[in-house]
């Protein structure tokens, strides 16, 4: 690794922490970055997701005030959030790593179209939030338990499948649903990388230097981020994304 490649890997984890915190959607920075880097897919997810851990611990402390109170129910959902994780990553490591590139790129796309669409489905789910209850019922913790397979193996714009999920079902202020996201986000990115530790070929350079950033950057999402233009935050990801979908697809 030269030091230009350290210093892009570095500014990566910075970038995405920040954006976990307050959008969600960080990996499509880091994981790009990594593939651009000529890391191989499976390792670049891999080591990516054990990077991210810091940031989204330090993007949940950001957000404590707002989640006094809210102790059983982050432990009600952590629970769907961490068996969904377990089964993506899981899934991560069994499929063959073909397949991992066919479904990526795919991934990615769907990803990007959350992004673009998140102004829509904040004003939905602003509506949608007058009828909800209290814990969210019996759905939405299987709605969480999905979105942690989604997390667990690949994970990019969890955070928003997650706020938006939250939004919907429960009828919490908006910082609040923002900072349980955080938590239940860091469950999915820690559970998988315990496994992918232990079972997977992991980078370690690379989550050195993407943890650290992403601890600095969650911890400034957290406090200045919600500051930031919205769109120019959309518009970062969707050229980065599209960038990697090219890396992808055309080798």
Same mark, same amino acid.
């Given at each position: #690794?030269?030091p230009?490649?350290? *210093?892009?890997?570095?500014? $990566?984890?910075t970038? $995405?922490g920040?954006?976990? *915190?307050?959008?969600?959607?960080?990996?499509?920075? /880091?994981?790009?970055?990594?593939?651009?880097?000529?890391?191989?897919?499976?390792? =670049?997810?891999?080591? @990516?997701n054990?990077?991210?851990?810091?940031?989204?611990? /330090?993007?949940t402390?950001?957000?404590?005030?707002?989640?006094?109170?809210?102790?059983?129910?982050?432990?009600?959902?952590?629970s769907?959030?961490?068996?969904?994780? !377990?089964?993506?990553?899981?899934?991560?490591l069994?499929?063959?790593?073909?397949?991992?590139?066919?479904?990526?790129?795919?991934?990615i796309?769907?990803?990007l179209?959350?992004? %673009?669409?998140?102004?829509?489905?904040?004003?939905?789910v602003?509506?949608?939030?007058?009828?909800?209850?209290?814990?969210?019922? %019996?759905?939405?913790?299987?709605? !969480?338990c999905?979105?942690?397979?989604?997390?667990?193996?690949f994970?990019? $714009?969890?955070?928003?499948?997650?706020?938006?999920l939250?939004?919907i079902?429960l009828?919490d202020e #908006?910082?609040?649903v923002?900072?349980?996201?955080?938590?239940?986000s860091g469950i999915v990115? =820690?559970? =998988?990388?315990?496994?992918?530790?232990?079972?997977?070929?992991?980078?370690?350079?690379a989550?050195?230097?993407i943890?650290?950033? $992403? #601890?600095?950057?969650?911890?400034?999402?957290?406090? !200045?981020?919600?500051?930031l233009?919205?769109?120019?935050?959309? /518009?970062?990801?969707?050229?980065?994304g599209? /960038? *990697?979908i090219? @890396?992808?697809?055309?080798?």
């Amino acid at each position: #690794m030269t030091p230009w490649e350290a *210093a892009a890997i570095l500014v $990566a984890g910075t970038a $995405a922490g920040g954006i976990n *915190a307050v959008v969600g959607s960080g990996s499509l920075i /880091t994981f790009p970055t990594l593939v651009a880097l000529g890391y191989p897919p499976v390792v =670049a997810n891999v080591s @990516n997701n054990i990077g991210l851990v810091p940031g989204a611990i /330090t993007g949940t402390w950001g957000y404590r005030k707002e989640l006094a109170g809210r102790s059983k129910l982050l432990v009600r959902l952590g629970s769907a959030s961490l068996i969904g994780s !377990v089964i993506g990553a899981i899934l991560l490591l069994r499929l063959p790593d073909e397949a991992f590139k066919m479904i990526v790129p795919v991934l990615i796309a769907i990803a990007l179209v959350l992004v %673009v669409v998140q102004p829509r489905l904040n004003k939905w789910v602003a509506e949608r939030r007058k009828t909800a209850v209290a814990h969210g019922g %019996v759905l939405l913790w299987f709605l !969480v338990c999905l979105a942690g397979v989604y997390g667990g193996y690949f994970g990019a $714009a969890q955070g928003i499948l997650l706020i938006s999920l939250l939004g919907i079902f429960l009828a919490d202020e #908006m910082q609040t649903v923002n900072g349980i996201k955080n938590g239940l986000s860091g469950i999915v990115n =820690a559970a =998988a990388a315990v496994i992918f530790i232990v079972i997977a070929e992991v980078d370690w350079w690379a989550v050195l230097l993407i943890g650290i950033g $992403a #601890m600095l950057g969650g911890y400034l999402g957290a406090s !200045v981020g919600r500051k930031l233009p919205p769109w120019a935050l959309r /518009t970062v990801i969707v050229c980065v994304g599209l /960038t *990697a979908i090219a @890396n992808l697809v055309l080798g």
